[in-house]
């Protein structure tokens, strides 16, 4: 598609269940990365794919977060036991594969709104 | 490591009057600079680049910015406000390490009255 694709719009869990959120990039587009949108504007970068393979995971809290871009599939973010401090809206951004060092675009999704109770 | 500033939380300009959104920006190599727009419960929308070339970028709704290499900013800027340019504005720089992931600031809203 045109556009980035996410789902669902909200989701809410109670603490300790599991949240998966799910992302398809533009199509051609080679590049996934994952954000965290937290109280006061804050974007936190999460974790990025160069199609099914991480390309970079610095961000990633590994105890309880997992990601996956797997071919012919939407990308996935998950959660185990989530915790109120996960409460936050994730975007998800894709850009093309021309430029391995960022000179491209990256264009986002709406956004997942995970609510944790 | 790299940083992006937004230095206001808030911009208030008329309709019809030039606005300015301010980004200073701190990178050892040369900076990839982005603005991008978030309108209530949307994504963000991108609006405009600089990578090289041009010091003045023209970008999406009439916006450009300014990239001034000696004040280290990248001001977003308009010639003439509207009511529905109102959103939350975001300045980022790309990663130096290679890696593409983005930096932004805290974001600026900008609310343009009747």
């Known amino acids: 598609g045109e556009e980035v694709a996410q789902t669902p719009k909200h989701l809410v869990r109670g603490e300790g269940q599991k949240a998966k959120l799910y992302c398809a990039p533009i199509k051609g587009h080679s590049y996934v990365f994952w954000y965290q949108q937290v109280l006061k504007n804050e974007f936190k970068f999460l974790i990025s794919f160069q199609n099914e393979n991480v390309f970079d995971e610095t961000g990633m809290p590994k105890e309880r977060f997992s990601a996956k871009c797997l071919p012919n599939s939407p990308c996935s973010l998950e959660i185990q036991a989530t915790k109120l401090e996960d409460s936050a809206v994730y975007f998800c951004a894709s850009s093309r594969p021309e430029d391995r060092y960022g000179e491209d675009t990256q264009y986002f999704g709406p956004g997942t709104r995970l609510t944790v109770l | 490591a790299q940083s992006v500033a937004q230095p206001e939380d808030q911009v208030n300009v008329a309709e019809g009057n030039p606005l300015t959104v301010k980004c200073t920006y701190s990178?050892?190599?040369?900076?990839?600079l982005f603005w991008y727009v978030q309108y209530p419960n949307r994504g963000l929308q991108f609006l405009l680049k600089?990578?090289?070339?041009?010091?003045l970028v023209k970008g999406s709704y009439g916006f450009e910015a300014e990239f001034n290499k000696s004040q280290t900013s990248f001001h977003l800027k308009k010639p003439s406000a509207l009511v529905s340019d109102s959103a939350l504005y975001f300045c980022?720089?790309?990663?130096?390490?290679?890696?593409?992931?983005?930096?932004f600031g805290t974001g600026t809203r900008l609310l343009v009255s009747p």
């Open positions: 980022a720089v790309r990663d130096e390490e290679g890696f593409q992931k983005l930096v």
């Open positions: 600089y990578i090289t070339g041009d010091n």
């Open positions: 990178v050892s190599g040369n900076p990839y």
